[in-house]
Nanobody
Framework: QVHLVESGGGLVQAGGSLRLSCAASRSIFSFSGMGWYRQAPGKQRDLVAGITKDGRTNYADSVKGRFTISGDITKNTVYLQMNSLKPEDTAVYYC???????????WGQGTQVTVSS
């Protein structure tokens, strides 16, 4: 069983920054990849950013140049640095971890990010 605990969400004004953290119950190096999804009210859950075991990253077009995903193996934690936040970034942000055995994908409980205009 994989446990993921997100933190760092909150209320911020447009143009501000937040850093989300996702603490995993075991070494993040044991996962094939990790990432962040978000879901705004009434919308589907979409991928925001991902990072593979070998450090390759990918981002949604809407956050490229503003968000950065990174990992700290010593802390078993993945981060999402969010800069130049916009009201449309408001959503619940979920951490995910992928592995080659069941459960293939694990989800955190989510953390709310609210960006005021």
């Amino acid at each position: 069983q994989v446990h993921l605990v997100e933190s760092g969400g909150g209320l911020v004004q447009a143009g501000g920054s937040l850093r989300l953290s996702c603490a995993a119950s075991r070494s993040i190096f044991s996962f094939s990849g990790m990432g962040w999804y978000r879901q705004a009210p009434g919308k589907q859950r979409d991928l925001v950013a991902g990072i593979t075991k070998d450090g390759r990253t990918n981002y949604a077009d809407s956050v490229k140049g503003r968000f950065t995903i990174s990992g700290d193996i010593t802390k078993n934690t993945v981060y999402l640095q969010m800069n130049s936040l916009k009201p449309e970034d408001t959503a619940v942000y979920y951490c995910i971890a992928d592995q080659d055995i069941s459960p293939y994908r694990s989800w955190g409980q989510g953390t709310q990010v609210t960006v005021s205009s």
